[in-house]
């Protein structure tokens, strides 16, 4: 059971350029998260799916795009990335849609835009 | 949502229990209280939940007083692996969607 895993663990991006951050998840979860944690800081969440085919904006959605079209897969695409986007980002998955529900994240990907 | 307030850092010593308190004062009624560790270099785990008085599994006890306005998490006899942030979240169902705010947590830190 590999729980939710991403892909690639490390990136190093030039500025412009567009990227897609991988996300899987095997435990039948409708729900996916992507967050993304700077230097000492805690998580912040970028976009959000309650199930295939939805999506929504969480607390710092600009410069990302999401598509939900599995229940497994959540991909984050960055358009053009900036150094500002410089930062590690993890994907999560739960059971249920509430917050109530614990959280299982993947070991996160480090992502340098130079 | 409601808003938590934890310690920034915490140290301790092997063998020591420790507790790490959390404020939510605006908590509502359908909230539960929810608690996360972190290591470096990974995503953060879940380690307890509650909703009220007392809460105990094998890593962790989590103690709510009855106004629920705050929570501590307790480890005991924390060892070196338990060196970690540790982060409180508040929340509850959302007909509106699924956002869940993590503050800066509490970064323990156990020495020898």
């Known amino acids: 059971n590999a729980g939710v895993t991403q892909t690639p663990k490390f990136q190093v991006l030039k500025t412009g350029q567009s990227m897609t951050l991988q996300c899987a998840q095997d435990m039948n979860h409708e729900y996916m998260s992507w967050y993304r944690q700077d230097p000492g800081m805690g998580l912040r969440l970028i976009h959000y799916?309650?199930?295939?085919?939805?999506?929504d904006q969480g607390e710092v959605p600009n410069g990302y795009n999401v598509s939900r079209s599995t229940t497994e897969d959540f991909p984050l695409r960055l358009l053009s990335a900036a150094p500002s986007q410089t930062s590690v980002y993890f994907c999560?998955?739960?059971?249920?849609?509430?917050?109530?529900?614990?959280?299982?994240f993947g070991d996160g990907t480090r992502l340098s835009i130079l | 949502l409601a808003k938590t307030t934890q310690p920034i850092s915490m140290d301790s010593y092997e063998g020591q229990e420790v507790n790490i308190t959390c404020s939510h004062n605006n908590i509502a009624t359908n909230d539960y209280i929810t608690w996360y560790q972190q290591f470096p270099s990974q995503g953060p785990r879940f380690i307890i939940q509650g909703y009220k008085t007392k809460v105990t599994n094998e890593v962790a006890s989590l103690f709510i007083p009855a106004d629920r306005k705050s929570s501590t998490l307790s480890l005991p006899r924390v060892s070196l692996s338990d060196t970690a942030v540790y982060y409180c979240l508040v929340g509850a169902s959302n007909t509106g969607g699924f956002k869940t705010i993590f503050g800066a947590g509490t970064r323990l830190f156990v020495k020898a």
């Open positions: 799916s309650v199930g295939a085919g939805i999506t």
């Open positions: 999560a998955s739960s059971y249920g849609g509430d917050s109530n529900q614990p959280q299982h």
